[in-house]
């Protein structure tokens, strides 16, 4: 028998029994849902502690943390604090790769399975393994300040996308129709290309800043308040369009679900602004840092859903 033919079994003995799980209940998918959110976000929050204390290169290498070891071990030019934030910030990366699996496991089994809800599963895990590779990159070119952009970016896409995930979740696979007046559609779109470049020019700010990762990263030689104005002027302008889908809102028939999520995102970015303004004016504390990076993921997460409750498909029985 051909090799081909030996590997074709176990997979098909493995897709047998798996296919015997029980269906999950509408309840347990949007709460497993739910925590890829909160972990995609998490590990943006954890990646900006390993920044902010200096602990980037903590662990020299990878996938291990020093050469010839997965764990932290002493080391005359490593301290052990170092080492264990970089090293956690990895476990939680499996944490977040567990949680993905059991999102992917749970649209596999359910039954009828909706093609909609199965690919942003599998999105969501694929980006997963995206990110650990990117991650490696980033501690193998030594936090090469585009790298650790790239690795943020890449990051608010999976936050997007997870919160993509909690919403199919009742989503059948009929066409999606819009929802909402006219006109709050391009609007949304084009609020969504400038937070994007918000984002970006965050990252550049970030590139400039005085946290690298570790004392020996060289920083993007350009003036860092010339790039927080840049950063502001992003913000203003965004906040001017969501004044617009404000109104978008209001004309005609309030739609009461969509007026609650344009009110949570508005608290959102509103709070994460002041944030931003305090942490430039007090010298960018650590602390603010962590918390400005946490304050995005959730502008993320509430322009995402947002975005998501323009968009009606058929519901899902259950």
Known sequence: MTRAYHQRVPLETLKTRLDRFPAPGLARQRTIAIAVVVTQALIAVTGSVVRVTGSGLGCSTWPQCQPGSLVPVDHPEFAALNQWIEFGNRLLTGVVGVVALAAFAVAYLTRPRRRHYFRLAVVVLAGVGVQAVLGGITVRLDLLWWTVAVHFMVSAVMVWLSVMLVHAVREDDGPATRRGPAGLSGLLTASVAVLTGLLVAGTVVTGAGPHAGDPETPRLALPVETLAHVHAAFLFVYLGLLVGVGVFLKVGAVDAALWRRYAVLVGVVLAQGTLGFVQFWTGVPELLVSLHVAGA??????????????????????
């Open 297 to 318: 993921m959730c502008v993320i997460a509430a322009t995402a859903a947002l975005w998501c409750a323009t968009w009606e498909r058929p519901l899902v029985e259950g």
